[in-house]
């Protein structure tokens, strides 16, 4: 695949940790802890997305499911998922000793097209009574990309006073610069 068909799909060429939390892309210094750790995993290479052996299929037919249900099923998620398009993989993660689902899943379809025509229109569907945010798989394509749980990522919500912006729910909009109205000086 061609470099910029990878970067076709997202919002910024590469993952930078402390521009991604930055409101308006200036920042040179971490301003919490997590964009702090995320620098640390990204300078001292403490995260690799191609050594996870449970990753497979073909990142450019596969989407992200996030915000699911703890009760959710892969057999329900499937159901679900293939209103879309033929889903040829469907991986619920869960965790390690557990076994509880952790939330999330990763859908690959057979077509591009198909991954595509989820990612618009099962965002913000409800699936066991909970609305799911659906996206690209940024771990595989997105240079640079340091998932969330080492403090990278691009979730996060300006209300929760969490400063990673630019994901698909709240898109990074540089602010508006107004002249400064004269007739309040005094």
């Not at 099923?73 to 209103?83: I, N, P, S, V, Y």
């Not at 989820?118 to 595989?140: F, G, L």
Request: with cysteine; hydrophobic share 35%.
């Amino acid at each position: 695949m061609s470099g910029s068909k990878v970067n076709a799909v997202f919002y910024a060429g590469s993952y930078h940790p402390i521009q991604a939390g930055s409101i308006d892309g200036t920042d040179i210094l971490p301003h919490d802890n997590a964009v702090y750790r995320a620098q640390l995993c990204s300078s001292a290479g403490l995260y690799e997305p191609f050594g996870d052996p449970k990753v497979i299929g073909d990142p450019y037919c596969t989407v992200f499911v996030g915000r699911l249900s703890h009760s959710t099923t892969e057999d329900t998620l499937r159901k679900a998922m293939g209103k879309y398009g033929r889903v040829r993989n469907l991986r619920l993660v869960r965790h390690i000793v557990t076994g509880a689902s952790r939330g999330y899943a990763f859908v690959e379809y057979e077509t591009e097209r198909e991954m595509r025509r989820a990612y618009k229109d099962a965002h913000h569907s409800m699936i066991d009574d909970c609305e799911i945010m659906v996206d690209y798989n940024r771990q595989q394509l997105m240079p640079g990309w340091i998932p969330r749980r080492l403090g990278g990522g691009l979730g996060g919500k300006k209300e929760s006073g969490q400063l990673r912006f630019g994901g698909r729910e709240k898109p990074f909009r540089a602010p508006l610069y107004a002249p400064f109205p004269y007739f309040y000086v005094v």
